[in-house]
């Protein structure tokens, strides 16, 4: 069970897995994650899905190497297991319950970030699917480091690439395409920034001058998944939420930013002696 069926790299550190997971598919929707675990002494790492097939029973996770534990998840091959998968978890992106009559009035506009670009695939596709105008902005320092082109480009009204160093598309990042493009005649009713919590921070910032409500996701935060361990705690509008059981999106207008950063980088330095502690497996084979 929760076999890897396909496994490729986007870059040297981003890995793509397909796992058969055939209840989780067929449940799963646009804006949520799961959990796995690589064996049965592993860490709890909780993933946006990516891409889900309800047919083919199968799930889409795509993992950033960062720590040990991400390093453990890569480094399994086609064939192996995850010993545990579970999900979906979170809350359903809000347009998923929308009425069809109002949903088909809007007008949405994505920034995805780095790794934040996986996640945004199928809530680009769930949109497109359903006659939804779709734009797409999708943002990294260099060529080599851009994911998911054509996968959204078959998912979306328009794509735009943008690169810090303009090794392809536009360059700079993806707030200055956005306030380009509504300089130039184009209007949404609504933002969805997915990345570093940097740019999402930026990003809301952009999209509120530009008077265009934002949603962004706070994934990066969690840590257990389930709101027991208290770590992906974030003032919204004021409130504390969690963004495990709350989320995982919110309304960026209303999210504390440099709370949500601070709270990141409390284990930063165990995660980094963690990385070179391990011993990586990856591309050793079985």
């Known amino acids: ?147 998911y082109k054509e996968e959204l480009a078959s998912a979306c009204d328009n794509l735009y690439i943008c690169t810090d160093d303009g090794s392809e598309g ?11 493009l509504v300089a130039e005649g184009k209007s949404y009713t609504r933002c969805v920034a997915i ?3 940097i740019m999402m921070k930026f990003a809301t910032l952009t999209a509120c001058k530009l008077g265009i409500p934002v949603t962004v996701s706070l994934n990066t935060l969690m840590v257990d998944g389930t709101g027991m361990c208290g770590a992906c705690r974030v003032s919204v509008g004021g409130k504390m939420r969690f963004a495990c059981v709350e989320g995982p999106e919110f309304d960026g207008s209303l999210v504390d930013f440099d709370e949500a950063m601070r709270r990141q980088r409390m284990y930063k330095d165990e995660e980094m002696e963690s990385k070179e502690d391990h011993v990586c497996k990856i591309g050793r084979g079985k």
Not at 28 to 33: K, L, S
Not at 83 to 94: K, T
Not at 170 to 180: Q, R, Y
């Open 1 to 147: 069970m929760y076999r890897i069926v396909e496994k490729d790299s986007l870059t040297p550190t981003i890995i793509r897995m397909k796992v058969e997971a055939p209840r989780l598919a067929k449940a799963a929707n646009p804006g949520q994650f799961l959990i796995v675990r690589a064996d049965e002494h592993g860490e709890r790492i909780p993933l946006t899905i990516s891409d889900y097939d309800a047919e083919a029973g199968t799930v889409t996770i795509v993992i950033q190497i960062i720590g040990s534990s991400t390093m453990d998840i890569c480094a399994l091959e086609e064939g192996d297991c995850f010993a545990d998968v579970v999900g979906p978890l979170g809350v359903p992106s809000d347009f998923v319950e929308m009425d069809p009559d109002a949903l088909a009035s809007q007008r949405y506009v994505f920034i995805a970030g780095g790794v934040g670009t996986a996640p945004v695939y199928p809530q680009a596709k769930w949109l497109h699917d359903h006659g939804v105008a779709v734009d797409v902005i999708v943002g990294a320092r260099n060529r080599d480091l851009l994911i």
């Open 170 to 180: 536009f360059k700079g990042v993806g707030t200055a395409m956005l306030e380009k």
């Open 195 to 197: 990345g570093p919590m």
